[in-house]
Structure formats: structure tokens, C-alpha cells
């Protein structure tokens, strides 16, 4: 005779998907998806019922699903739950159970209750519940004090199907569903602003993957290497996310040759644009990312976007375009990419900039620097030598 095998339950909650009205089931359905692809060796079931998604798997592997749920886009918070009866002893008991758990874990002796009554056919409206709540709570802990605008933890019970009872929430990243907003193809350097674009995009629904140009002997294998550690860290919250190497070495040893030394960030610029759009175009994707941010550097005034964009048959996204160094550390940091980007092994861009770039560059002359670089076999030479990487 088999053995049952005991369930957890996370309670989770979206937020802006719940806008979208008519749409809504399918980006429901793909957050469900989502959620389930970050776990395919786990038994998990992800249901849906009244706007609520629930996770129920095995006790063993909580540690493993709460990881894959704070790194789910589309998810605003979650919280381990248990489901009842709708019935006040049954919902009384497991709020008991709940506080005397929080009370154990030393989170405070302040408390509150609040109550959601969705199912409107239950008896008993929701203030009244909280209070029944309250009032068996502070009998059974009397050091419990009542505190509604301050309180150390909460007790939460919805009303629906069933009544579920819940404490502390974890937040998630919020935002869409990852590829409910398409396919992009993010430029990663080894730098601190890309990773920070591809996470933004990402919270936006857009599935990724990245190319990463690498240029031996003058880049070092360090310098790749941290680009992989930087795609780790992104790679949990982006279902399928791949990191493309490519080696643009002789590109680069053609710019040098034939090109003006103040044009080389541009020139190797649009080749990257060039390279990144062949692969969008293999690999279905209907856009680039970018990590640009307007005046940062020479190569991110208008004129010089305006060149190297022109480069790119797709649309071309930076979402740091409008923020400042401070504001992307900051959100680096919170990522938790930043020190991994600070790491002291330069990428190809920093390696080749001049002494005195163009800043407001010509669009026509430089098309027709370009051109003299009769560069596009080389780039089709550089892109037969990708190495894809799964993250």
C-alpha cells in the first residue's frame, strides 16, 4: 500500500495581468507555463481558480519552488497557505496553527487580521470573521496585542472555493509573463548596463536571449567568463534563455585596417547590430535590447544611436535610455549583477575605444565608412563560428 505524499501550498497573486480583460486567460495560461518550465523535474501542480493561482507540490522540494516563484515575471507576491473548509472552526484553527508559528519565529507580538470574502455566499462578512479571528487569537496568546495600523505580521484569509489561510507574503518581480510580449536578442557586454536592460525587458514579457562579443587574444577568457556568470544570474527569471558567443576578432582586425581611428566604437557597433539582427533572424526574434542609455558615452548620443541603429531590421529597445548612472548602479545592485559586472576584465568596446571618438557623428559619411569596410563576408565568417550556450 502506497504512502500519500504530503502537499504545500503557495498561494500566488498577479497583478497588471489582471488588466487585460479579454486576453487575460492567455496570460494567465502562459504564467502557469512559466511557473511550471522552472520546475520541469519537479511534481508541481499549478491550477487556477477565481484570479488566484495556486502551487501545490512536495514538502521536500519548497526551498526549490519558493526560489522559482520570487524569479517568475508576472508574479507581484506569494505566500505559503494552507486550504480549509469553509467553516470557522476549520478557518479558526488554522489561523491558530499560523500564529503560533510566527510567534515561534520571533516575528513580534503586534498583529491583525484581515479577512476577503469573494465567495459572497458565505454567511459571515468579512469584518466579522477578522474579529472571531482576533478574539481567538488574543485567548490563546494573550501577550498578543491588536495593532491595525502597524502590526509585525498579518493573519489573511480569503473566501473562495474553499477559505485559505495565509501569513507573510514574498514579493515577486511582478511585471508579464516571460515571452507573452514576444522574442527579443539582448547585447550583452561585460558591463553594468546591459544585464540591468535585459531584466527590464524581461519584467515587460520578453523572452531573451543574448549575444556576447568575444575577441580573443585581446579579450581574455576571463572577460567571457564573467559574461556566463552574468547570464546565470539572468537566466533564472527568463524562461529558455541562451547565451550566443561570438567571436568578432577579424571583424575587429578589418575596422583597424581600413577604418578611421575616431570611428571604431561606431563602426564595431554597427557590426554587432549587423550580427545580433542575423541571429534575431535565425533564432525568431522580433527585436534587439540594448543597454544604451542617451549621453552616457560617444556612442550613445542621438547621431551615433541613429548610425549603428540603422544597421538593425528590427526595432531596436533600450529601456535604460532615459536613466542615469546612479539610477542603473542602483537597480544593478538590486539585481544582483553589479558586482560581477564590476569585475576588472574589459569587454571589446572599452578595449578599442579611441582616445577621441566621434560624438556627433555624420549619418551619410558614416554609411559610407561602412561600406569601405566591405565587412559583411567577415561578419558571415564570424557568425559560422557562434558557440550557443543553454543558461
Not at 566621434?358 to 563560428?385: A, N, Q, T, W
Request: hydrophobic letters at 40%; proline letters at 5%; a positive charge.
Amino acid at each position: 500500500m502506497s504512502v500519500p505524499v504530503e502537499e504545500g501550498l503557495f498561494l500566488v497573486k498577479y497583478g497588471e495581468i489582471a488588466l487585460k480583460k479579454g486576453n487575460r486567460g492567455a496570460f494567465v495560461r502562459r504564467l502557469r507555463q512559466s511557473i511550471a518550465a522552472k520546475m520541469p523535474d519537479l511534481q508541481v501542480r499549478v491550477t487556477e481558480v477565481w484570479h488566484r493561482l495556486y502551487v501545490r507540490f512536495r514538502l521536500e522540494d519548497e526551498a526549490r519552488v519558493r526560489t522559482a516563484l520570487e524569479k517568475t515575471y508576472g508574479i507581484v507576491a506569494f505566500c505559503r497557505a494552507v486550504a480549509v473548509d469553509k467553516d470557522m472552526v476549520a478557518v479558526t484553527a488554522a489561523a491558530v496553527a499560523l500564529a503560533e508559528g510566527l510567534i515561534r519565529e520571533g516575528r513580534g507580538m503586534r498583529f491583525k487580521a484581515e479577512v476577503r470574502r469573494a465567495d459572497k455566499d458565505f454567511p459571515i462578512h468579512s469584518h466579522e470573521i477578522a474579529c472571531r479571528i482576533g478574539e481567538e487569537l488574543l485567548n490563546r496568546f494573550p501577550q498578543l496585542k491588536v495593532d491595525v495600523h502597524d502590526p509585525q505580521w498579518t493573519v489573511r484569509v480569503e473566501i473562495r472555493e474553499k477559505a485559505y489561510v495565509y501569513g507573510p507574503e514574498t514579493r515577486g518581480p511582478s511585471g508579464l509573463p516571460s515571452g507573452s510580449s514576444g522574442m527579443g536578442i539582448l547585447l550583452l557586454s561585460g558591463g553594468i548596463d546591459s544585464p540591468v536592460a535585459g531584466y527590464r525587458m524581461g519584467m515587460r514579457g520578453l523572452a531573451l536571449e543574448a549575444v556576447y562579443f568575444h575577441s580573443p587574444p585581446f579579450t581574455t577568457e576571463k572577460a567571457r567568463e564573467k559574461v556566463v556568470l552574468l547570464s546565470r544570474i539572468l537566466g533564472p527569471y527568463i524562461t529558455g534563455f541562451k547565451l550566443h558567443v561570438v567571436p568578432l576578432t577579424a571583424a575587429l582586425a578589418r575596422i583597424k585596417e581600413r577604418g578611421k581611428e575616431e570611428e571604431t566604437t561606431l563602426l564595431m557597433r554597427a557590426c554587432m547590430m549587423r550580427i545580433a539582427t542575423m541571429i534575431a533572424q535565425r533564432r525568431g526574434g522580433q527585436c534587439l535590447v540594448t543597454g544604451e542609455s542617451l549621453g552616457q558615452v560617444a556612442s550613445q548620443t542621438v547621431e551615433s544611436m541613429r548610425f549603428t541603429e540603422s544597421f538593425a531590421d528590427l526595432p531596436v529597445f533600450r529601456p535604460l535610455i532615459g536613466m542615469n548612472k546612479e539610477e542603473i548602479v542602483e537597480e544593478a545592485r538590486r539585481l544582483g549583477t553589479f558586482e560581477t559586472s564590476n569585475l576588472p576584465y574589459a569587454d571589446c568596446c572599452s578595449l578599442f575605444s579611441p582616445p577621441h571618438p566621434l560624438i556627433h557623428p555624420h549619418f551619410d559619411s558614416m554609411r559610407l565608412s561602412y561600406e569601405e569596410l566591405e565587412v559583411e563576408p567577415i561578419l558571415l565568417e564570424c557568425l559560422g563560428k557562434m558557440e550557443s550556450l543553454a543558461i
